[in-house]
């Protein structure tokens, strides 16, 4: 059981560039979603889905698209990398109903330079 | 938005301390959880609170959903050096489709 996992592990990407971050689960899980962590901030919320077909924007949404063709994939584009969007990106699922307990992913640090 | 306020930032302890963090937001929720995140992993769930009021541990952890709903806290007892990393406080609110909003963490550094 591999739970969350995120590919690649760490990318640089010159300014303007595309790219996609994978995330895949293992666990038939209903919800999955993608964070964003800077230094001081926390984690803020990119991109949710609340099951094949479903997506939503979170708090940061802007210069990300995403899609959810089937249960276990949910891809993170970059459509033209920036600076700011230097970040550590982490990818996170749960079951749907009331348990809240989300899996993350180990992340994958992108650096734009 | 909403947004949780965590405290302290940091904290530097002594191995066999006890340690306590808290969270709390102007705005009340449903669910509050804790995580805890090692250098270089994603975050951990550590305990996960659903009701106003409830007290849940697990091992040396002990976390307070507050009756207010608008606040919750984390004590970690005894602390030992593996206690080391940045903890969060989540929280989750009706209608939110079950998003998680997160505190900015509290980094924790035990000196053996």
């Known amino acids: 059981n591999a739970g969350v996992t995120q590919t690649p592990k760490f990318q640089v990407l010159k300014t303007g560039q595309s790219m996609t971050l994978q995330c895949a689960q293992d666990?038939?899980?209903?919800?999955m979603s993608w964070y964003r962590q800077d230094p001081g901030m926390g984690l803020r919320l990119i991109h949710y889905?609340?099951?094949?077909?479903?997506?939503d924007q979170g708090e940061v949404p802007n210069g990300y698209n995403v899609s959810r063709s089937t249960t276990e994939d949910f891809p993170l584009r970059l459509l033209s990398a920036a600076p700011s969007q230097t970040s550590v990106y982490f990818c996170?699922?749960?079951?749907?109903?009331?348990?809240?307990?989300?899996?993350f992913g180990s992340g994958t640090r992108l650096t734009v330079v | 938005g909403q947004q949780l306020n965590q405290s302290p930032q940091s904290m530097f302890i002594q191995e066999g301390e006890d340690v306590s963090m808290n969270c709390t937001s102007s705005?009340?929720?449903?669910?509050w959880l804790w995580y805890k995140q090692d250098p270089g992993e994603g975050p951990v769930l550590l305990i996960a609170?659903?009701?106003?009021?409830e007290l849940t541990s697990n091992g040396r952890l002990t976390a307070q959903f507050g009756i207010t709903r608008k606040d919750s806290f984390l004590n970690i007892s005894a602390s030992i050096p593996s206690d080391v990393g940045i903890y969060f406080c989540?929280?989750?609110?009706?209608?939110?489709?079950?998003?998680?909003?997160f505190g900015k963490g509290t980094k924790l550094s035990v000196k053996p």
């Open positions: 609170l659903y009701k106003a009021g």
């Open positions: 889905s609340v099951g094949a077909g479903i997506t």
């Open positions: 705005s009340i929720f449903n669910t």
């Open positions: 666990m038939n899980h209903e919800y």
């Open positions: 989540a929280g989750q609110s009706g209608g939110s489709q079950g998003n998680l909003i």
């Open positions: 996170a699922s749960k079951p749907g109903g009331a348990d809240y307990g989300y899996t």
